[in-house]
């Protein structure tokens, strides 16, 4: 069996949940912003993980939202993946990508 690089995994899970957090477009996230959320789910490689997915302002109510996620293991929350994304509000269909993974 191979092994799994666990932090590529993290980050794997990171990026996939990212994508599915943005899913809806600016007018739709604007009715549930300031928003928030953690489960439990599985990383690509099958391990159990915390999802935490956030919608919050960027400056000011209304405005341009970020998305922010972040996947870690429930004893290493300093070690998991956080990305952002922002969904400007007259620009939907441009994001900007910003991502560090701790």
């Known amino acids: 069996m191979p092994?799994?690089?666990r932090q590529q995994d993290l980050a794997d899970a990171a990026e996939e949940e990212l994508a599915r957090a943005c899913d809806l477009g600016w007018r739709e996230l604007s009715q549930v912003t300031p928003w928030g959320d953690t489960?439990?789910?599985f990383t690509p490689a099958g391990r159990s993980a915390q999802f935490e997915r956030n919608y919050l302002w960027v400056?000011?109510?209304k405005g341009d939202i970020c998305v922010?996620?972040?996947v870690y293991q429930p004893q290493a929350y300093e070690r998991g993946v956080r990305l952002t994304r922002v969904i400007p509000r007259r620009d939907?269909?441009?994001?900007e990508m910003m991502g560090d993974q701790e």
């Open 3 to 5: 092994s799994v690089d």
């Open 68 to 70: 922010e996620v972040v």
């Open 59 to 61: 400056d000011e109510t």
């Open 92 to 95: 939907s269909t441009k994001t």
């Open 39 to 41: 489960y439990e789910g």
